[in-house]
């Protein structure tokens, strides 16, 4: 992997916070990723479309649809990795 990012002029990066979505209710979902957000984190959620033709995504995006709010009314922004990244260099 790291080779074919070298080729492609790739950053790979990872995640802070996982919400084990591909396993989990919505619900805890939400509590997993409000208990490991943190500024700067990356958290990785699933739409399951590698693994199933018609992947069951309703509680990852239930999930979402509660944790946006949530976390918004913490004072936390939302932001693509390449912006993160640039605001740290």
């Given amino acids: ?11 790979g990066v990872m995640w802070t916070v996982i919400g084990r979505d591909w ?5 805890a979902i939400v509590r997993r990723v409000l208990a490991e957000a943190r500024n700067g984190a990356i958290v990785c959620l699933h739409d399951g479309r590698g693994l199933e033709a018609r992947p069951k995504v309703e ?8 944790l946006i709010p949530m976390l918004k009314a913490e004072g936390y922004r939302f932001e693509t990795v390449s912006q993160l990244i640039c605001q740290t260099n």
Avoid: F, G
């Avoid at 790291?2 to 950053?11: F, I, K």
């Avoid at 396993?23 to 619900?27: G, R, S, T």
């Avoid at 509680?59 to 509660?66: G, I, K, L, Y």
């Fill in 59 to 66: 509680p990852a995006m239930e999930a979402v649809r509660q």
């Fill in 23 to 27: 396993k989990l209710d919505a619900p």
């Fill in 1 to 11: 992997m790291r080779e074919a990012q070298r080729r492609l002029n790739l950053l």
